[in-house]
């Protein structure tokens, strides 16, 4: 069993429709949680950063963190076809940097 | 530069034959770490160096995999007698001690 799960989809909407992306994680000394966004041939940039349980809201994103449940969400508002890419959901222990990636969610808006 | 560099971006080798690839990253971060990504995969960690500590190495698959860091900057990835399932996008990334992730572009890796 791997230490973080993710559906890697594909998952296709139509613009305007809120998604929701979703990881589960084996290790309860996971401490801080991050959720990567990849366009194609790119390099990961982080989108939300979220320390401990908890929501964190940023514009149309929304992360959600329930380490009694090991499970961790972002919710996008308003889809747009710029939001198509794939998200990876990203964590690490308390004091450590080795992050530790889902497998990726592949994520298409439709106009 | 403004972002993590690293070359080449496009790699192309035979079974057998050694290959470099080099990270250049953000000045002033002192962590650098290399993933591995292959095709719909997640990122795999491979090692990471942070200041003058000795570098976590835990995640390299084989021997055939080495990585070094000159003077607290450059990093090169050194894989040997490469193999198919070498082929992957080689991910480096550098932060401050306790921050941000920045990621390169990758270094796209195709063992024939």
């Known amino acids: 069993q791997k230490e973080v799960e993710q559906d890697p989809g594909p998952l296709s909407v139509p613009e305007g429709a809120i998604v929701s992306l979703n990881c589960t994680y084996s290790?309860?000394?996971?401490?801080?949680f991050m959720w990567y966004r990849q366009y194609s041939r790119k390099g990961p940039e982080l989108l939300m950063y979220?320390?401990?349980?908890g929501n964190k809201e940023d514009g149309r994103f929304t992360a959600q963190v329930d380490k009694s449940s090991k499970y961790i969400s972002l919710f996008i508002r308003d889809s747009q076809p710029s939001d198509s890419a794939t998200y990876l959901c990203?964590?690490?222990?308390?004091?450590?940097?080795?992050?530790?990636f889902g497998q990726g969610t592949r994520l298409t808006i439709n106009p | 530069g403004a972002g993590v560099s690293q070359s080449p971006s496009n790699k192309v080798t035979e079974k057998g034959k050694d290959v470099e690839l080099r990270c250049d990253p953000i000045s002033g971060h002192t962590a650098l770490y290399w993933y591995r990504q292959s095709l719909g995969q997640g990122l795999e960690f491979l090692i990471y160096?942070?200041?003058?500590?000795?570098?976590?190495k835990s995640g390299l698959p084989s021997d055939r995999f080495s990585a070094e860091r000159t003077g607290g900057s450059v990093s090169t990835l050194t894989i040997q007698r490469t193999q198919q399932e070498d082929s992957a996008v080689y991910l480096c990334a550098s932060s401050r001690p306790t921050g941000e992730l920045f990621f390169g572009e990758g270094s796209r890796l195709t063992v024939l």
């Open positions: 160096f942070q200041g003058n500590s000795a570098p976590d």
């Open positions: 979220t320390y401990s349980s």
């Open positions: 990203a964590m690490t222990l308390q004091g450590a940097q080795k992050l530790v």
């Open positions: 290790n309860s000394a996971f401490q801080y």
